[in-house]
């Protein structure tokens, strides 16, 4: 029995290569059947995120394919040069694979460890393996136990909720703390850094969609409120836009204050008391300092939120020997079962062993007793059951005891010359 | 077997989910919400089957005396909780209305009455609407009062721009300030409602030769009070630029509770003549601030003793419930 990963990630291999490598879930799937045609019997999934490329495959038999092969068929495939991916593949067998699926699915592997698009992503590739035929019972316990395993790193340990970049801490742990919902929000964007950008990625993915960009060259703003999906406005009209906002995000480059708290007083008196979040991640700010006293304004700078982010990063650092805590303890259960597995044949044997001087005794049994009625046939019956079971129950426990190291051969062995039990 | 249901059995529930749910500031658990909520609804299931008990085993409406009165305030608000702990399982709501529910609880075997105040048929329905309707307008400023501080509490953290603190994660100001509007409105319609309802039903006791309405009661003069600031507080929400500020609305809140803690307050420690009551704290018969906390037979058929039988002509006369 063999499981295994063959793969690369953004640890060790150049984005170009991976964005060479990467499979969209179209080309995946014909990757899958393809791999079906080539390598029959050898189950496989196939995960492919922006940051890493991976084959899980497992097999019963005694051999897959190696290295060398998965990397002539990723490259035959992507129509790349074997020779050129070979060397910057890893590979990963048995409870090393194992380990490391686990620990890729629980996000302790991603590059912002703790985000949470990866379980989706890894749920996506064992589906689409499943669709197309490419799964079966090794990489379904895998799959399965590896969704089990993230959802238990979620669940008991807080290194999900820790985020440490700049625009998701400040939607997620400032700005849906002051608001529901953001549907209804009016977000205004002043400048168009990048940083602003990947804000409203953020927002966007919180539901909101009225977006204005303000920035003092119209086509810039056009520009970027034309990807966003929202409307661009002159800078002339920047006081109309602070009125109506309920979310800004500030990145302009300007070498000066931009909203002064004597401007924002004016327009606070147009604004009715609604609360308003700030982002301001300029440098230097655009908004006076000022402007975070008033009451129902909540001002963020991007030294505020870098200490935030700090402070994040520390509590998940304290978390992670929790998380590969659970990680160890889910691979070690996987494992043994997987070797438990490998004993059925014998285990089924041993049954049939037994069960048939059982049922030989039992008959010769009741010829003899002619007058028992069914209930106590019934009562003999279960107590010949119950003396099997119990006579079957050490070398049953046994061999589930040693399958915690390892495929118990030679424990199987043992087994099979004992009891005369054929190869 | 609910004869078997003490206040202590779902008392003592209440006080391991706040335990849990204080918890959540020191450690992580997978388990501990599951567990939390088990407790929450094995409390509330004996809160629900002692209160039953009382109110149709036993020769008792509800709403029938103080006890019972805060007993059901705090059943409202553990319903409220178990909805809130079921819908939203990782905030803490737990931390701000348990201590709130234990504090009822608390009040109603400690403090209250547990004599039936007197009813006279005529006045049956308007005593059930007068009782009914400040139930209502309480738990709704409780609830108010908790929303009001978990805002103040959260507003404070994002104006420190700190990060939520683990274990004890708090709705959004958006949400709290919604549930700040609500309350306060409910609160004084139910209040309005309540109050009104007091005064036909002193009319009715006056007409039918009893006392005149005591204005001047401690407890009437409290609870006018805390309905003249409940319209305010509703007047000045209503306004635009107030009811955006959601501090102010929380801020209002707050100041409800403490007019609701007054008129309370007035009820338990002062000398009133309201619900009944013509005897001062000093003077109470022994058992009428009794520390029981099993049901017991003697303590909830009082209206068959002579004693209450002389104050309620018309359970004498064979009116009263089967």
New interface residues.
């Given amino acids: 029995m063999i499981v295994q990963v063959v793969g690369c990630s953004h640890h060790e291999t150049a984005i170009a290569l991976r964005e060479r490598l990467a499979f969209s879930p179209e080309k995946a799937a014909e990757a899958l059947d393809h791999w079906r045609r080539v390598f029959p019997g050898v189950e496989a999934v196939l995960l492919s995120t922006c940051n890493r490329v991976e084959l899980y495959a497992a097999t019963e038999r005694d051999a897959a394919p190696d290295r060398r092969q998965v990397a002539g068929f990723l490259g035959r495939f992507q129509r790349l040069d074997p020779a050129e991916i070979v060397e910057t593949l890893y590979q990963f067998h048995h409870g090393e694979a194992i380990r490391h699926l686990f620990t890729v699915a629980s996000s302790l592997d991603s590059m912002v460890v703790g985000e949470p698009q990866i379980l989706a992503q890894v749920k996506q590739a064992y589906e689409l393996a499943t669709e197309h035929d490419n799964t079966g019972p090794i990489t379904h316990a895998a799959f399965q136990a590896a969704l089990k395993c993230a959802r238990?790193v979620a669940?008991?340990?807080?290194i999900h909720q820790r985020r440490v970049s700049i625009p998701s801490?400040a939607v997620a742990?400032?700005a849906?703390?002051?608001?529901?919902?953001f549907d209804d929000k009016h977000t205004v964007v002043l400048g168009a850094g990048e940083m602003a950008e990947e804000t409203i990625r953020y927002l966007q993915d919180e539901g909101a969609h009225q977006i204005t960009v303000v920035n003092r060259n119209l086509d810039r703003a056009t520009d970027v409120a034309e990807r966003w999906g929202g409307r661009a406005v002159p800078w002339e009209l920047l006081p109309e836009a602070l009125a109506t906002s309920d979310l800004i995000v500030s990145t302009t480059g300007a070498g000066e204050t931009i909203v002064t708290a004597e401007q924002f007083e004016r327009v606070e008196r147009t604004r009715?008391?609604?609360?308003l979040f700030i982002l301001d991640l300029a440098v230097p700010r655009d908004f006076d300092s000022e402007i975070?006293r008033r009451?129902?304004v909540?001002l963020?700078s991007v030294d505020?939120l870098r200490?935030?982010c700090e402070?994040?990063r520390r509590?998940r650092d304290r978390e992670l020997p929790a998380a590969m805590k659970i990680i160890e303890q889910e691979t070690t259960r996987f494992m043994a079962d997987l070797h438990h597995r490998a004993t059925g044949p014998i285990i089924r044997q041993l049954r049939a062993g037994w069960e048939q001087p059982k049922q030989e005794e039992l008959e010769r049994l009741l010829r003899r007793l002619p007058d028992l009625d069914d209930a106590s046939q019934e009562e003999v019956r279960r107590s010949f059951d119950r003396l099997v079971n119990k006579l079957l129950h050490p070398p049953l426990r046994s061999l589930r005891d040693e399958s915690t190291e390892g495929i118990p051969t030679r424990l199987m062995d043992a087994l099979r010359r004992l009891f005369q039990l054929r190869e | 077997m609910l004869s078997g249901v003490q206040i202590v059995c779902f008392a003592a529930s209440y006080t391991v989910v706040f335990a849990l749910e204080l918890s959540r500031l020191l450690f992580?658990?997978?388990v501990r919400g599951a567990v939390m909520l088990g407790f929450a609804a094995a409390g509330l299931l004996a809160h629900t089957a002692f209160l039953y008990h009382q109110a149709v085993l036993t020769p008792r409406s509800p709403l029938s005396s103080e006890r019972d009165w805060y007993l059901i305030a705090a059943w409202l608000l553990a319903v409220v909780y178990l909805y809130l702990a079921w819908y939203y399982p990782r905030q803490s709501f737990g931390a701000f209305l348990l201590p709130l529910v234990l504090a009822l609880i608390g009040a109603g075997v400690l403090l209250a009455r547990n004599e039936p105040f007197p009813r006279e048929p005529a006045s049956r329905v308007w005593g059930m609407i007068h009782g009914g309707a400040l139930l209502l307008s309480t738990v709704a400023v409780l609830i108010g009062f908790a929303a009001g501080v978990m805002y103040l509490w959260?507003a404070a953290?994002?104006?420190r721009?700190?990060?939520?603190r683990?274990g004890l994660r708090?709705?959004?100001?958006?949400?709290l300030a919604?549930a700040n509007r609500r309350s306060l409105i409910v609160a004084v319609l139910a209040l309005g409602v309540g109050v009104a309802a007091g005064v036909v039903l002193g009319t009715l006791r006056h007409s039918g030769g009893g006392a005149p309405l005591p204005w001047y009661d401690p407890v009437v003069l409290a609870t006018l009070l805390m309905l003249v600031w409940l319209l305010l507080a509703v007047v000045l929400t209503a306004r635009?630029?107030?009811s955006?500020?959601?501090?102010?609305v929380a801020y209002l809140t707050v100041v409800s509770f403490v007019f609701l803690a007054i008129a309370l307050g007035s009820m338990l420690l002062l000398d009133t003549q309201h619900g009944g009551r013509e005897d001062a704290p000093g003077n109470r018969p022994s058992g009428m601030v009794d520390n029981e906390f099993a049901l017991k037979p003697t303590g909830i058929t009082p209206l068959d003793s002579t004693e209450h039988a002389v104050h309620d002509p018309g359970r004498s006369a064979g009116e009263g419930r089967a």
């Fill in positions: 238990r669940s008991e340990t807080a801490v742990d400032f849906r703390q002051i608001f529901e919902r009715h008391g609604r609360p975070g009451p129902d909540y963020y505020d200490v935030a402070e994040n509590q | 992580r658990s997978g959260q953290r994002l104006k721009k700190q990060l939520p683990p708090l709705p959004s100001l958006e949400w919604r635009g630029d107030v955006r500020r959601g501090r102010a």
